[in-house]
Antibody
Framework: EVQLVESGGGLVQSGGSLRLSCAAS????????MSWVRQAPGKGLEWVSD????????YYADSVKGRFTFSRDNSKNTLSLQMNSLRAEDTAVYYC??????????????WGQGTLVTVSS | SYGLTQPPSVSVSPGQTASITCSGD??????PSWYQQKPGQSPVLVIY???KRPSGIPERFSGSKSGNTATLTISGTQALDEANYYC?????????FGGGTKLTVL
């Protein structure tokens, strides 16, 4: 069974830093692209970043570029999202999600339960 | 910048057919996916690559696309289908989500 378990969320002051983790199990982690998607309270989904299966290619949404760093450890089946210079608008539930890529596109086929990040101003 | 537009809300009576649209420039050249999210839960993939249904998703969920508009159709809508639905597509290595549609079954 595919499982994605996020951790590391919490309350942080504006300008501060936080590191999220996602532990993956139940599939061959090293062969999948992985993503972070966030959801502000009462709002819709917003893609944050994704990382290729070997970590060589990483893409970010403009809203987090230069502040967030996405990495993975295929030996431990874990993802990390280092979030610096946090702003109030970064307040959201952060989900890690697996990307199933076939043909010309990818989709998010499994999601974690999410971890809440609250940035106080 | 590229965006996906969904109606904020759709209402349907139990047993009837619900249609939720998603429009965007050049969506006809992309392969939209659809996600269902119930309150307090994580999103669930219900349709991918325009019209493919993951295993475990009921047959009453279907997807289609015409021009630059994708449509999620739920036939014989049930009360448990009440949720928020999001379309999603890729634009130059960026995943974009529509604003979401709240489906009310009443």
């Amino acid at each position: 069974e595919v499982q994605l378990v996020e951790s590391g969320g919490g309350l942080v002051q504006s300008g501060g830093s936080l590191r999220l983790s996602c532990a993956a199990s139940g599939f061959t982690f090293s062969t999948f692209v992985m993503s972070w998607v966030r959801q502000a309270p009462g709002k819709g989904l917003e893609w944050v970043s994704d990382i290729s299966h070997n970590g060589a290619a990483i893409y970010y949404a403009d809203s987090v570029k230069g502040r967030f760093t996405f990495s993975r450890d295929n030996s431990k089946n874990t993802l990390s999202l280092q979030m610096n210079s946090l702003r109030a608008e970064d307040t959201a539930v952060y989900y890690c999600a697996r990307e199933d890529c076939s043909g010309e596109t990818c989709h998010f086929d499994y999601w974690g339960q999410g971890t809440l990040v609250t940035v106080s101003s | 910048s590229y965006g996906l537009t969904q109606p904020p809300s759709v209402s349907v009576s139990p047993g009837q057919t619900a249609s939720i649209t998603c429009s965007g420039d050049q969506l006809g050249d992309k392969y939209p996916s659809w996600y269902q999210q119930k309150p307090g839960q994580s999103p669930v993939l219900v349709i991918y690559q325009d019209n493919k249904r993951p295993s475990g998703i009921p047959e009453r969920f279907s997807g289609s696309k015409s021009g630059n508009t994708a449509t999620l159709t739920i036939s014989g809508t049930q009360a448990l289908d009440e949720a928020n639905y999001y379309c999603q597509a890729w634009d130059t290595r960026t995943a974009l989500f529509g604003g979401g549609t709240k489906l009310t079954v009443l």
